[in-house]
């Protein structure tokens, strides 16, 4: 483009000097003719003069011809450097918008590798929040395995204990049925003394004991032939000591 502007500058230039050339060679003959009065000289002159302008006309014309193609060029070279330029402006908008977007998505991938970091951090910490409760779950469980096995253990406990108490209530269902005999045998005895001898009666069980206890040997002698006597005294105090243990 610079080489057809300078070009041009050329042209014009060259147009001008072959104006200055045409006009100063107008003067040039038109001072021979008043110098040279001679008629036939003037012919000669007047028509050199014209052959050189006719020359020095169309060169100009060529001249000019090819001046306004290079104008037309650069006409449409201005055109198309004034589209160039708005092109190159609009170029230069979606650039800066370009721009525009690249900033937001360098804001937008920061935000991402930040937002992708703490996702990482929290899956991290969420893997070590498993572990520990991992770690108390098996601690639990590991509590419940010895809290079942301490229940196995007290239940057999409670059953030992169950079969026990079976026992002991077994005995002590005996026992009673021991006492309530032994009972009724005391009172049976304490009835035949009374019989016989005068005796309290609102009295409590022990007492009856304690008095069926301090008496001899020889007031509870019987024979039933008249023969050998059997003396129940011991029997007696046998049963009396059975019911005070009790």
């Known amino acids: 483009m610079d080489e057809k502007v300078d070009l041009?500058?050329?042209?014009?230039?060259?147009v001008e000097e072959l104006q200055r050339e045409r006009d100063e060679l107008r003067k040039d003959i038109e001072q021979l003719c008043m110098q040279q009065a001679g008629p036939g000289y003037i012919s000669v002159a007047t028509r050199m003069l014209s052959q050189r302008t006719a020359?020095?006309?169309?060169?100009?014309?060529?001249?000019?011809?090819?001046?306004?193609?290079?104008?037309?060029?650069?006409?449409?070279?201005?055109?198309?450097?004034?589209?160039?330029?708005?092109?190159?402006?609009?170029?230069?908008?979606?650039?800066?918008?370009?721009?525009?977007?690249?900033?937001?998505?360098?804001?937008?991938?920061?935000?991402?590798?930040?937002?992708?970091?703490q996702a990482f951090a929290e899956r991290d910490n969420s893997i070590m929040e498993c572990e520990k409760v991992k770690q108390r779950e098996e601690a639990v469980l590991k509590k419940f395995a010895d809290f079942e096995e301490r229940t196995r253990e007290y239940q057999s406990a409670?059953?030992?204990?169950?079969?026990?108490?079976?026992?002991?209530?077994?005995?002590?269902?005996?026992?009673?049925?021991?006492?309530?005999?032994?009972?009724?045998v005391i009172l049976k005895f304490y009835e035949l003394r009374c019989r016989d001898c005068k005796c309290p009666l609102n009295i409590?069980?022990?007492?009856?004991?304690?008095?069926?206890?301090?008496d001899s040997a020889d007031n509870w002698s019987f024979s039933s032939d008249g023969g050998a006597s059997t003396s129940k005294g011991l029997k007696l105090n046998s049963i009396c000591k059975e019911m005070h243990e009790y």
Do not use: M, P, W
């Open 158 to 184: 409670i059953d030992d204990q169950k079969h026990l108490n079976d026992g002991l209530q077994r005995e002590l269902t005996e026992l009673k049925a021991q006492t309530e005999s032994s009972l009724k």
């Open 55 to 117: 020359a020095l006309e169309q060169d100009i014309e060529n001249l000019q011809k090819k001046l306004g193609g290079c104008l037309r060029e650069n006409q449409n070279l201005q055109e198309e450097l004034a589209e160039a330029y708005r092109v190159k402006s609009q170029l230069a908008e979606l650039h800066g918008a370009e721009l525009s977007k690249n900033k937001d998505l360098e804001k937008q991938v920061r935000f991402f590798q930040s937002s992708v970091a």
């Open 8 to 14: 041009v500058e050329v042209l014009t230039r060259r």
């Open 204 to 214: 409590t069980f022990e007492e009856k004991c304690s008095i069926l206890l301090d």
